[in-house]
């Protein structure tokens, strides 16, 4: 069975600092990884996502991720956090032949000045 | 417009009532999500749909019911609303695989009383 855990309920970080959020996936065939951000009254916006190839991928608002198969981690990161990145980031994990995506219990993000 | 549009944004309700959420896209997918979004608990599949005759039940199916009433309409009812399913409910909709992810409303906040 596929599954999502991102062990970082809350990350409080200051504007400017570098951001990393953690995810671990288990998945028993190539992933189809993905993170999502929500920002608060908002649905769900996809932030970038990793089929193959090169496993450093980038994403839009300036975030990165990269896959590491041996660890099963896709972590997500930003050099550079603003304000505006307050919000909960949700990492989700698919296949070719799978019907849905399954999502990890979301990371609540905040930014102090 | 947005892709994916949810009805209606909040609504409070009363225990014993029934309610129906809706959700319409113009995205020309097939398939179709319904989820519920709770804290410290992501994101659980209620139902799914991949076409206007094929619907399945997804984890968290008990107490609630839906209808495809076309490729772009998926509705998701509560026939007799409890306090437990105060929540965010999500419609997505995706292309098969799902490699390009989904694509969300932006939420219904429902509120039990």
């Known amino acids: 069975a596929q599954s999502v855990t991102q062990p970082d309920i809350h990350i409080t970080v200051s504007e400017g600092a570098s951001l990393e959020l953690r995810c671990n996936y288990s998945y028993g065939a190539t992933p189809y990884l993905f993170w999502y951000v929500q920002s608060p009254g908002q649905g769900l916006q996809l932030l970038l996502k990793y089929f193959s190839g090169d496993t450093l991928v980038q994403g839009i608002k300036g975030f990165e991720a990269e896959f590491k198969r041996s660890q099963s981690s896709f972590n997500l990161r930003k050099p550079s956090v603003h304000w505006s990145d307050a919000a909960e980031y949700f990492c989700a994990v698919g296949g070719s032949n799978d019907y849905k995506l399954s999502f990890g219990a979301g990371t609540t993000v905040t930014v102090r000045a | 417009d947005a892709d994916v549009t949810q009805t209606p944004r909040n609504r409070i309700t009363k225990t014993g009532k029934r309610i129906m959420l809706e959700c319409s896209q113009t995205k020309g997918h097939d398939r179709m999500y319904w989820y519920r979004q709770d804290p410290g608990l992501g994101l659980r599949l209620i139902y799914y749909s991949f076409d206007v005759k094929d619907i399945n039940k997804g984890e968290i199916s008990d107490g609630y019911s839906v209808s495809r009433q076309a490729q772009a309409k998926f509705s998701l009812s509560l026939e007799s609303a409890i306090p437990n399913q105060t929540a965010l409910y999500f419609c997505?909709?995706?292309?098969?695989?799902?490699?390009?992810?989904?694509?969300f409303g932006s939420g219904t906040r429902l509120t039990v009383v």
């Open positions: 997505a909709t995706s292309d098969f695989p799902v490699d390009y992810g989904y694509t």
